[in-house]
């Protein structure tokens, strides 16, 4: 079941911060978010498990709601270099375990001006 | 940098025609991931694998087999390219030895265009 993010887009001057929304409507054993830019490929930004362990990235943080199977992303005082498309990746729970692979959503288009 | 390289970057055919992509990697991982990618849709998972010889079918494997018959090595085949299989196609490995909680690492990506 692809996870649904929110919003679409967002515009931001350099500084302002933002929230990106990832939601599943499954139970779900970890959330992993990647930023792409324009003709690269997706990056690794962090991962968020069960339990509350994170692994990522230093500038940006998470969040991981397990009981509403909700994350959301939070980026603070952006740069330039934070412009390009977030995606969210869900790892569903099956049966006590993981599914194993990587539902992603559709991704948020995050544009900083300067 | 993971180590990862996709041939060919780009590749325009036409519809029928078989088409392989090669996926390489240098560090000798485990799990490797073949994904397409299409506006509005973002990232699909075809196949995957988890060792030599071992694959498994993702969310759109109608149309695409895979092998993998190298650790390093892992081929997407078109057997008969269509114009909706036009996409960018990425390649990706897990580091860490199982399939969960551990991040992917992407290739540079294939563009292929089916006319």
């Known amino acids: 079941q692809q996870p649904v993010q929110s919003p679409q887009a967002v515009i931001l001057r350099e500084g302002e911060d933002a929230v990106i929304n990832c939601s599943s409507s499954?139970?779900?054993?970890?959330v992993h978010w990647y930023r792409q830019k324009h003709g690269e490929a997706p990056v690794f930004l962090m991962i968020?498990?069960?339990?509350?362990e994170q692994k990522g990235h230093e500038k940006i943080s998470a969040s991981f709601n397990e009981k509403k199977q909700q994350s959301s992303l939070y980026l603070t005082a952006s740069q330039l270099s934070y412009s390009g498309t977030y995606f969210c990746?869900?790892?569903?729970?099956?049966?006590?375990?993981?599914?194993?692979?990587?539902?992603f959503g559709k991704g948020t288009k995050l544009s900083v001006k300067p | 940098d993971a180590g990862i390289t996709q041939s060919p970057r780009h590749k325009v055919t036409e519809t029928g025609t078989p088409v392989t992509l090669r996926c390489h990697q240098t560090e000798n991982h485990r799990y490797m991931y073949w994904y397409r990618q299409d506006p509005g849709h973002g990232l699909r998972l075809i196949h995957y694998s988890y060792g030599v010889k071992d694959t498994d079918k993702g969310e759109v494997s109608d149309g695409y087999s895979v092998s993998r018959s190298k650790t390093e090595d892992f081929l997407l085949t078109l057997e008969s390219a269509t114009s909706s299989q036009t996409s960018v196609y990425f390649c990706?490995?897990?580091?860490?030895?199982?399939?969960?909680?551990?991040?992917?690492?992407f290739g540079p990506g294939t563009r292929l265009t089916v006319l």
């Open positions: 499954k139970a779900l054993y970890s």
């Open positions: 968020l498990l069960k339990g509350g």
């Open positions: 990746g869900t790892e569903e729970t099956v049966g006590g375990g993981s599914q194993g692979n990587l539902i």
């Open positions: 990706a490995i897990s580091k860490t030895g199982t399939r969960h909680y551990n991040e992917q690492f």
